[in-house]
Each structure stands twice: as structure tokens, then as C-alpha cells.
């Protein structure tokens, strides 16, 4: 297939265009920052960018790895979160709208736009209510798709990551963490240690990615992205200690930081159905997360 990958320098972006190629796909790329690596390059800073590519150019699936993934940085900036995550969204559904209709449009989200869901796993037709101004913006991200699949015919897809890590990223919990033991900083947390996420590693990421793209609904449908089991935040942490052989004690504020929530696990049936199965436990991806992180 003939993908374009936008947000190609981002953390899923980098390894998806990596996954994609392994299987031959003819991979094209667009990002802010220009790298090399793809059949084609595309540096797209202003909107009309995107008229430009689809004018000129036919692809069968776009996927969108781009935008602002911080929490914090939503609270400091929302006008920019906003920017980068609903105007874009709205700025590539309209050119694809344009000039290449019949490209199939897969929207990255994310498992913030439920919040604090009231019952675990959490399936894609629970209620969203995003806690931060970048799950409310990842969720009209996802109306937008969804309405130009109504209106205007637009194959789009959607898949609400939840909790991923591993080789190449460098923020939130784990690159957290291991800054802290290098610069031997305090270990000292924010919440009661009890909160869970569910981690998924992006090797993982990558091939789910895949499944959907490959046989997933473009009709405006969405899939949880998960491995469907929640890990408390102490756990994690302590399994990271473990694996860099650091037996320093943890401790929690007992303060939750404001945006955070407090309990995820996915129900991840609808993606499963397609093929998918995730393949990494957390502990041997926290393993090869700090064989990357040691250089």
C-alpha cells in the first residue's frame, strides 16, 4: 500500500514508518522536521501544506501520529494543544475531502478522552469525559473524524492509545524515572501509588496499527489500543527499579497532578476481533526500554 505517515519524526511515527517498510508498504512522510528514510518527504508547517500534498499526490491510507501528546503542556499552552490537535485533524480531512477521497484516514488518539471512566475495562462506547484540555481536544479530534465520514464520505478510523512506552521516548513515566536515579534525584511521586495504567509497549503499538490499517472499519469507528491489563503506578515503577538494579525506595505525595486520571484498563475485544494480540510484557519491554535508555 501507499501510506502516508504524518508526525513521521514523533515516537509512533518513527517506529510505525519502520514496521510499515519492513512489511513493504511504499512508506511517505511529513513532519515539521525533515529527515530522510521514506520513498518521499513532505515538511509541513502551514496548513495548506496538506493541499499541496493531496493534490499532487494519490495515497491509499493516511495515518496521523501528530500533534502535542502532554498533558501539562495542554494546562500551560491549550490554545497550541489546540492547534495541534484538532485544527490539524480538521486541515488534513479537508484536503484529503479535496483532492483524494478515497483515502482511507487513521486519527492517533488517546485513552485520556475517557477521564475517570466508573467501570474497568473500559469499552469504546463508554462515556467520555476528559480531565485535561488535551483529552478534550483529542476528543473533538475525533469528532471531526467522524463528521467527515458523515458529511462527506471521508474513510476514517480511530484508535485511542493508551498507555505506550518504550525504545525512543523521551518523556512521562519510565524516561521520568530514569533521569531521576541518573541525576540521583528524589524518587518521590505524585498520587498514592495505587493509580493503574495500562502500559503497552510500542512494538506493539506499531503492529495494532497495522491490523487496523490493514483490516479495520473505516466508517468513523474506533478501537482501544491497549493490552488490556491495568499495572499500578508503584508496580511499574518498582518493576524499572528492578530491571536497572537500583534498590532505592519509592515514596507518593499522595497529591494527584491536576489533568491526571485515576484508574485505566481496556477492554480491547473490538481490536483483538481483527487479530491483534499484544506480545510484550511489560517487563521484558521495560528491559529493552532500558538497554535504549543506557545507550
Not at 501544506?49 to 501528530?66: G, K, L
Not at 485505566?264 to 487479530?275: F, H, P, Q, T, V
Request: with cysteine; charged share 20%.
Amino acid at each position: 500500500m501507499k501510506i502516508l505517515v504524518i508526525g513521521s519524526e514523533g515516537f509512533i511515527g518513527k517506529s510505525l514508518v519502520r514496521y510499515l517498510q519492513l512489511r513493504q508498504h511504499d512508506i511517505w512522510c511529513a513532519d515539521i522536521q525533515k529527515k530522510t528514510g521514506c520513498s518521499e518527504y513532505f515538511q509541513t508547517i502551514a496548513p495548506e501544506a496538506f493541499d499541496d500534498i493531496f493534490q499532487n499526490n494519490q495515497f491509499e491510507v493516511c495515518i496521523n501520529c501528530a500533534g502535542s501528546a502532554s498533558v501539562p503542556f495542554s494546562i500551560s499552552e491549550p490554545l497550541i494543544d489546540f492547534t495541534l490537535n484538532v485544527h490539524l485533524v480538521a486541515n488534513i480531512l479537508n484536503a484529503i475531502q479535496k483532492w483524494n477521497n478515497n483515502c482511507k484516514f487513521l486519527q492517533l488518539s488517546s485513552a485520556a478522552v475517557y477521564g475517570n471512566p466508573k467501570t474497568l475495562p473500559i469499552p469504546e462506547n463508554a462515556t467520555l469525559s476528559p480531565v485535561s484540555p488535551y483529552g478534550v481536544h483529542k476528543m473533538h479530534a475525533e469528532q471531526i473524524c467522524q463528521y467527515f465520514y458523515r458529511y462527506f464520505k471521508v474513510q476514517t478510523a480511530i484508535v485511542r492509545v493508551f498507555s505506550a512506552y518504550g525504545t525512543g521516548l523521551k518523556k512521562q513515566l519510565f524516561w521520568d524515572v530514569f533521569n531521576r536515579i541518573e541525576s540521583n534525584g528524589s524518587l518521590q511521586f505524585f498520587g498514592t501509588g495505587n493509580e493503574t495504567r495500562d502500559f503497552i509497549n510500542i512494538d506493539d503499538v506499531t503492529r495494532a496499527i497495522g491490523f487496523v490499517a490493514d483490516k479495520g472499519t473505516f466508517e468513523g469507528n474506533i478501537y482501544n489500543l491497549a493490552a488490556g491489563k491495568q499495572t499500578t503506578i508503584r508496580d511499574a515503577i518498582q518493576s524499572f527499579l528492578e530491571v536497572l538494579k537500583c534498590d532505592r525506595p519509592i515514596t507518593f505525595s499522595g497529591e494527584n497532578r491536576i489533568g491526571d486520571p485515576l484508574f485505566w484498563e481496556a477492554d480491547i475485544r473490538k481490536i483483538s476481533a481483527l487479530g491483534f494480540s499484544p506480545q510484550v510484557s511489560l517487563k521484558e519491554g521495560l528491559k529493552n526500554y532500558a538497554l535504549w535508555l543506557k545507550g
